[in-house]
């Protein structure tokens, strides 16, 4: 399955081998921890079970900055 | 953060025998919260931390340091909701793309909250950072670290507020914490305090998120609607904070509280220690600028020199 995500004003695509994605598996396939990144669904916080198709707007957001 | 399991309600909300879903949780407050009350949270929190350590009130003026990033724009969203007297200032570093973003973010938020921003182009001033970058010795963050404070003091003063506040957040001072006390710093450890008193011509600077983890203060920001830069400046790639910031992140997912335990342990038992053997060392005047400095001529200045010998 791929998902178009939003990720720091850019887009992404992400591969999946299974059909069932939950937004636990975005922040796992970019190497993110849930300890400092989220993922937003159709405007709304999804929580890592949540599951989530390739029509869901999706965006990352991960809150690491340097400096 | 760990996970919040499905349908768990608002702990605040169940308490007032309301039913809304919860959509944040904090493991190490043990506090699962619907959006309403995250944000009323978040605001307790910053307002109980300026308290606590005594960092201003109602009376005083307030500078906000604004950067365009998620801290600065939620503290000062945070700060004029409690009622307190906040204006922003925007230092355009002149660092192509990213300044023209981070501006133009900064821009339609003091426009949102109808606050003034106040804005010192550093090409103006100085240089902008890719020509200091060039003439520096230094990475390119510590240069633009001192260009921001010097000019923040400096308009402080000169359009009459008494407070800077900036956005450093809990994450921000557990890396560099970690970071200082990995290298026993001990010069650097003495100053990790979320106050630096006003003296001798420096304006008095606080943190009030000081107790606020990044991704609450992300979290602050998306609920309030606040857009934010949100790729990193290109000159701090690499920077040592963030390889902090992930390493600590995994011992927070296995334990949660230690960063905020490793913080406030520190204030509470550390940092008075150190303190009480600073040898306080008075600033004097910059000679060419007046601004206060350690040296006879302030490091600035220092590098208006170096920038003109280089052209
Ligand atoms: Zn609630
Ligand atoms: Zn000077």
Redesign the interface.
């Known amino acids: 399955m791929e998902i178009k995500i939003k990720y ?3 887009e992404q695509t992400l591969t999946f081998e299974k059909e069932k994605i939950t937004a636990g598996d975005i922040l796992k396939a970019m190497g993110l ?6 993922v ?1 669904k159709n405007g ?2 999804a ?3 949540e599951t989530v198709s390739p029509q869901d707007e999706i965006k990352v ?7 | ?4 399991k ?1 349908g768990t309600r608002c702990s605040i909300c169940k308490a007032k025998g309301e039913k809304e879903k919860a ?2 949780f904090l493991p190490h407050h043990r506090l699962a919260l619907c959006r309403k009350h995250f944000v009323s949270w978040f605001e307790k929190r910053v307002e109980k931390t300026v308290k606590e350590f005594r960092m201003f009130s109602k009376k005083d003026r307030i500078l906000v340091a604004v950067s365009g ?3 600065s724009l939620s503290l000062w969203n945070a700060l004029v909701n409690l009622g307190y007297q906040a204006d922003g200032f925007y230092i355009d570093l002149g660092i192509d793309q990213y300044s023209q973003d981070s501006k133009q973010l900064a821009l339609s938020f003091s426009e949102k909250i109808d606050r003034p921003l106040h804005i010192v182009s550093l090409k103006e001033e100085l240089a902008p950072i890719p020509v200091i970058d060039t003439v520096s010795n230094r990475p390119a ?1 510590s240069a633009c ?1 001192t260009v921001k404070r010097y000019y923040m003091n400096r308009y402080a003063k000169e359009l009459g507020y008494n407070i800077i506040a900036t956005g450093h957040n809990l ?2 001072e557990v890396a560099v914490l970690f970071g200082n006390t990995l290298h026993w710093d001990v010069n650097y450890l003495k100053r990790q305090y979320p106050v630096l008193e006003e003296e001798d011509g420096f304006v008095r600077k606080v943190k009030p998120l000081c107790k606020i ?3 609450e ?3 602050y920001a ?1 609920f309030n609607g606040i857009e934010y830069i ?4 290109p000159f ?2 690499g ?1 040592s ?2 390889e902090y ?2 390493l600590l ?2 011992l ?2 296995k334990h949660p509280g230690t960063k905020l335990q490793f913080y406030t342990n520190f204030l509470k038992n550390m940092y008075p220690i150190l303190k009480e053997h600073e040898k306080k060392e008075k600033p004097k005047k910059c000679i060419i600028c007046g601004e206060p400095t350690y040296a006879d001529i302030c490091s600035v200045c220092k590098m208006r020199e170096r920038l003109k010998k280089a052209v």
Do not use: H, W
């Open positions: 720091r004003g850019k921890s849930p300890e400092y990144a989220f937003v709304e916080i929580q890592e079970d957001v991960n809150a690491i900055s340097g400096g | 953060m760990a996970k919040l499905k959509v944040v990033g998620k801290d963050c670290g994450d921000d983890t990044e991704k203060s992300a979290l998306f949100e790729y990193e400046c701090s790639e920077a904070s963030i910031k992930e992140s995994r927070e997912e």
